[in-house]
């Protein structure tokens, strides 16, 4: 063969390729893709294995139960947890009260506040068994039985919603805003909301159900 590049004989083989820099053919690169395949399909146990191994802690069924009890919206509730369970995943899978939404789990949407000795938080963001003794409040416990509770009422008046799946954590927010005496302005009211997103960019109408909830307070 010449070693004049502009003289060179055609490949041969027109399926030979440079594949990470050693001369094979297409049928052999296929070949071994397709064995990679077939041992991928045919070991689950190998791949399982592995990622077994890899798998964080938090997936692994080794760690012992813990007992805790707390106040839940006014009732005395005693749980037996992995002390690794969330007190948004308590409360929703472990009590049925599925008010409380989780959104993000990752504690950037707000969609999980609760109350917890009249403190907002987000409950994707706190074990559960750290709660001994507290005092829990989540969407369902804020009405008294019929009666709604004035910023629910508000939220209501005022349209504070759109598809509604922000709006639980939106009112324990704003439950909570009140009593920390931060609804003095729209302005106030947004910045103190912020930790809440809603999706539907209900906003303008969370701000004037907050103001107005303010003002029949402030009435009262
Ligand atoms: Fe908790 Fe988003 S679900 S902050
Ligand atoms: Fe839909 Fe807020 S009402 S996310």
């Avoid at 990679?36 to 080794?62: M, N």
């Avoid at 749980?79 to 789990?105: F, Q, S």
């Avoid at 909570?176 to 910045?191: C, N």
Wanted: with cysteine; net charge negative.
């Amino acid at each position: 063969m010449s070693n004049d590049p502009l003289n060179q004989e055609p490949l041969a083989d027109l399926d030979q390729l440079l594949i990470f820099g050693d001369p094979a053919t297409r049928r052999t690169f296929l070949k071994q893709v397709a064995g990679t395949s077939a041992a991928l399909a045919l070991s689950p146990t190998l791949v399982t294995k592995k990622a077994e191994a890899a798998a964080p802690a938090a997936t692994r069924p080794d760690t012992e139960a813990v007992e805790v009890q707390f106040v839940l919206n006014g009732r005395a509730v005693q749980l037996r947890l992995d002390p690794r369970v969330t007190l948004l995943d308590a409360l929703r899978e472990h009590l049925a009260l599925t008010g409380t939404k989780k959104g993000c789990d990752h504690g950037q949407c707000g969609a999980c506040t609760v109350l917890v000795n009249g403190q907002r938080i987000n409950s994707c963001l706190s074990f559960a068994v750290t709660h001994e003794g507290d005092e829990i409040t989540t969407i369902e416990g804020l009405a008294k039985g019929e009666e709604l509770h004035p910023v629910q009422a508000a939220f209501l008046e005022h349209d504070g919603f759109q598809c509604g799946y922000c709006t639980p954590g939106q009112i324990c927010s704003a439950v909570a805003l009140l009593r920390e005496g931060h609804a003095g302005s729209d302005g106030e009211i947004r910045e103190w909301m912020s930790g809440n997103i809603c999706r539907c960019g209900a906003y303008p109408n969370i701000v004037a159900a907050i103001r107005a909830a303010k003002a029949k307070e402030s009435a009262a």
